[in-house]
Every structure is written in structure tokens, then in C-alpha cells.
């Protein structure tokens, strides 16, 4: 009776540490917008992430404070090859269902242990994680997701 | 069931959701008001007519890039509403054709203007957002919710303060003008309101579908009611439910905010048609 008590326990106490790492190892996300509708995560961007300025136009330089906040968001995933045969990848949430070129470009940087072999198909969605960053250009600065990770 | 709920539960979490349900339920309550008078008036179209001076408007601010482009736009708009509604009677090209003429004439120039001279990199996506009103209603700034607050407030109070004038005027000008009434004066303030709720729709629906929040709660509720109280009173609900479920199920679905809530409307007035062919002959 003892021995079964005391096994009792010890698979109870297992479990309960089990349960704990579960917990410890979820990742938290800064914005978490998985399961979110398009129309949802394009707001959520365009209202606390990039702004938009008097123009009516994207404005990246708004929220200053988004850079390095982690994100997990369904997006539409593309790709282009440049003219010097890299493949640039990239990201996009868009308004009114993809239908208007409204869409919110992120440059992605894939974290360096991950492989996105199979490349998803061009304008497929997919559920995105990584890191809001800026980069600059000539033109400007765009927003990317640096340490990017597809997760489905 | 309760997927849909937890997701609504976290989206009205976000402050533009609750934003963007204020201003619309607003807009819907004030284009159904007027949506009655324009309907018995002849005038459905002047929402769509209207919509586009507002686009065009819109354009001349954009290429002016002023900061804030509501005073151009509501002052051309309520010009062009007098133009319309006050002149119209007795000038020489009359209602409809003069309501065609200045709609796609503004279309024309306000696209013109945007793709000559715009700094935008988007023209097509700043049209298409000007027309469809694609997901303006959720971007609303607090300024903005506040500006639609106080016109919508004007808008309810001018129609309650004169609700007996706007009856009059609106079934009988002739007899009105006989019995010493300004009409004239009360078609002036109908083209002012009516040319605050088109400027005030556009960040819902978008200019080219204006015309249904104009016109669908008035001809549904006319399907069910026949006094004109009843009938402002049902159009009102009717358009502020059709607006309330439009907006949810645009953000639960991920669809066009504007044509989901145009599309709530058709489906409501099927419903009412519906309701209106089993109750006939017993309408109050």
C-alpha cells in the first residue's frame, strides 16, 4: 500500500514538473495575432505598428518603440529573385482580403538554424514568428522581421 | 459558437474595433434618418452622387496634401448638396441628369488629379481605399472618432429640432411653400445634413457604396411600415443593427468592412420583403 502511495507520488510530482517546463518553454510573443482574421492583423499593424501619417501613407517611422518586440501573425508569404540570382523573401499583410495594393511589406531574415525547405508557395499563408526591425534603404526605412520562423 | 465569441471577446479588446463600431453605428443611425426624406423625395441616387464630389474633394486635398482634408471635402460637398437638392427644382438641367453629371464628373477629375499629381506611391491602393472604404473605419484616429461624435450629434438634434419640418417638406413642398413655410430654407438644411453623413460614410463604406446605407433601411422599412414615424423609426434600428453585425462579421471573417455591411443590408431587406409579403394589408 505504501509502495503504491509513494509511486503514486512520484508520477504525480513527474507530472507536475513536467507540466511546469511545458510552461516555462512556451514562447511568449510580444504581438500575438495567430489565428487572428486578415482584416484584424492588417489593423493591428497598421494601427500599432507602422501608423499611418497625414498623407494616407504607411509610416514606419510612427512607432519607434516596435523595434525588437517579437510577433507570431498569419501573413502572405512571396518571394522574388533579384537580378543577381539571390532569392529575396519576403512577407506582406494586406487590406480588403488582398484585393487593393495596400498590402504591408517585411523583408524576412530567417533565423540561422532554420531551413525553409520546403519554400511554401508564392502568396500561400502562412503563420509567421520573428523580431520587428528596421532597415534602411536609400529611399528610406522599411520594416523587416528579423530571426524569422515559419511555424505552419 | 463560442470560437466566434472568444475571438470577439479578444477583438473588442483592441481599441480601433471599439472605434470603428461607435462611428458606425453613428453613420448608420444618421444616413437612415435622411435615407427616408431623399427615398420620398425622389433623391436615392444624390448619396452616390454626393460620394463622388467627395472623392474628387478628397483628391484636390491629396494633391494640396493637406493634413487634415475634412473641411475641403464637407465644404464642396455641402455645396454641390445645395446645388443639387436647392437649385435642382427649377434649374435647367434637372434631378437625375444633373446628379449623373456632377457624380462621374468628380469621379473623373478626382481620379485624374490623384494619378497626375498624387506624391503617394500607391495611387490604385488609395483609390481603391477612397472607394470601397476598405479598412478606413479601422484606422479612425481618436480625433476623428470625436469629429464623427459631435457631427453625428448635430445631425440627430437638426432632424429632431425640425422632424416636423423635414415632414413637411418632404411630402408636399408645394403645399408647404403655400401655407407660408421656408422650404427653401429646409431644403438647404436637408443638403447640409445630407452632405455631413456622405462625408462622414465615406471612412465606413466607401464612396461608391454610400447609396445603400442611403437607401436599404428606408425601403425596408417601408416594406413593414407605411406612417413615416414608423418608418423613420424602423429604418433607424434596421440600419444601426445591419451596421453593428456588418462590422463584426467583417472582422470575424476577415471581409471588406464596407460591401460586409452593404451585404448585411440585402440580406435585411429580403428579410423585411419577406415580412412585408406575409403581414400585407396589416402595415401601421
Known sequence: ?152 | MNEIIDKLTTYLQYYFVRYALIVGVLVALCSSLLGVTLVLKRFSFIGDGLSHVAFGAMAIAAVLRLTNDMPLVLILTTLCAILLLRKGQNAKIKGDAAIAMISVGALAVGYLLMNLFSKSSNVTGDVCTTLFGSMSILTLTKSEVWLSIALSAAVLIVFILFYNKIFSVTFDENFSTATGMKTGLYNLLIAVVIAVIIVLAMNLVGSLLISALVVFPALSAMRVFRSFRSVTICSAVFSVTCAFLGILISIVAGTPVGSTIVATDIVGFGLFTLIGFVTKGKRV
Not at chain 1, 519554400?119 to 529611399?139: I, K, N
Request: charged share 20%; net charge negative; with cysteine.
Open chain 1, 1 to 152: 500500500m505504501r509502495k503504491a502511495f509513494c509511486l503514486i507520488l512520484i508520477l504525480s510530482l513527474l507530472l507536475a514538473f513536467t507540466a511546469c517546463n511545458q510552461n516555462e518553454t512556451e514562447t511568449t510573443y510580444d504581438y500575438d495575432l495567430a489565428g487572428f482574421s486578415s482584416t484584424m492583423v492588417y489593423s493591428v499593424v497598421v494601427n500599432n505598428v507602422c501608423g499611418i501619417n497625414a498623407q494616407n501613407a504607411i509610416d514606419f517611422s510612427k512607432y519607434p518603440d516596435n523595434v525588437g518586440k517579437t510577433v507570431r501573425f498569419p501573413v502572405f508569404f512571396t518571394y522574388t529573385v533579384k537580378a543577381d540570382g539571390k532569392t529575396e523573401y519576403l512577407c506582406y499583410v494586406s487590406d480588403c482580403n488582398n484585393q487593393c495594393p495596400s498590402n504591408i511589406t517585411f523583408l524576412l531574415e530567417f533565423e540561422k538554424d532554420f531551413s525553409i525547405e520546403p519554400v511554401p508557395a508564392d502568396r500561400s499563408t502562412v503563420t509567421m514568428t520573428g523580431t520587428f526591425d528596421l532597415y534602411e534603404t536609400e529611399a528610406g526605412s522599411y520594416l523587416m522581421i528579423s530571426h524569422a520562423r515559419i511555424v505552419r
